[in-house]
């Protein structure tokens, strides 16, 4: 009922910068939840950013600073820009939606996952 299509993974060098998109499809009436959560090789899924509703945004500790999430309610999308990369931010990006459907149904929906690797 809902999908999700990420964008913009890749490889960059130490210092640079890339931005990741999320765009959700489908049954949707609102969208109360988006964030990036990623998981680097051997290591658990963590939390990158994210925002609800409100606005309000939160950031994981190692990327405070560096990373910022944004939304746009009128196109159902989120991103993510990145600067300042570093190695240890390798890893695949997931987007995360919690969604309401027309149907009034909550729904939490992942992204395919987009890799990102910085590396020189």
């Known amino acids: 009922q809902v999908q999700l299509v990420e964008s913009g993974g890749g490889l960059v060098q130490p210092g640079g910068s890339l931005r990741l998109s999320c765009a959700a499809s489908g049954s949707i009436f609102s969208i109360n939840y988006m964030g990036w959560y990623r998981q680097a090789p051997g290591k658990q899924r963590e939390l990158v950013a994210t925002i609800p509703s409100s606005g309000i945004t939160n950031y994981g500790d190692s990327v405070k600073g560096r990373f910022t999430i944004s939304r746009d309610n009128n196109k159902n999308t989120v991103d993510l820009q990145m600067n300042s990369l570093k190695p240890e931010d390798t890893a695949v990006y997931y987007c995360?939606?919690?969604?309401?459907?027309?149907?009034?149904?909550?729904?939490?929906?992942w992204g395919q996952g987009a890799l990102v690797t910085v590396a020189s």
């Open positions: 995360k939606v919690i969604v309401l459907t027309r149907s009034r149904r909550t729904l939490e929906v």
